[in-house]
């Protein structure tokens, strides 16, 4: 019986992470994709942690089970053993998987921060130069001298 639930228990926290999976290939697509992912970004993180959270609470009862079996080896057939133990092998495959998309995708949001600081340097100093040549600031260290007029 208890083997029963932590299999099914497995079942579950599997499956939550096959929709983490979804959510970590959307993500990545979307870094890919759009210059400035802002929105869709936050939506699919905040989705993301919900089913995080949802495996936390299940991971709980399974924990309990694994330590159950553990203690009480007797209360599970070998074959149900195997089971579990090749359910287990799966869910830490996938974990592996989603490791390396939100690798990717972490790698992909620090060019488009990095870029990001670029183009807000950039706008920084054509702003500086902007009001330098409208002599909006005074500066009393030296003149603007425009050469062109």
Do not use: C
Request: hydrophobic content about 35%; cysteine-free; glycine content about 4%.
């Amino acid at each position: 019986m208890v083997s029963q639930s932590v299999s099914q228990k497995l079942n579950e926290v599997r499956g939550l992470f096959g929709v983490i999976e979804q959510f970590s290939h959307a993500i990545y697509n979307t870094l890919q994709q759009e210059e400035e992912p802002g929105e869709k970004l936050l939506e699919l993180l905040q989705q993301r942690t919900i089913i995080i959270e949802e495996i936390d609470t299940v991971y709980a009862v399974l924990d309990q089970g694994l330590k159950e079996l553990i203690d009480h080896p007797e209360l599970a057939t070998r074959e149900e053993i195997e089971e579990i133990e090749n359910q287990r092998e799966e869910t830490i495959e996938l974990i592996k998987e989603i490791r390396e998309l939100d690798e990717k995708s972490l790698s992909r949001m620090h060019e488009q921060k990095d870029n990001i600081a670029l183009k807000l340097q950039q706008s920084r100093i054509s702003s500086k130069a902007s009001k330098a040549y409208l002599q909006e600031e005074i500066y009393t260290e030296g003149w603007f001298i425009d050469q062109k007029k």
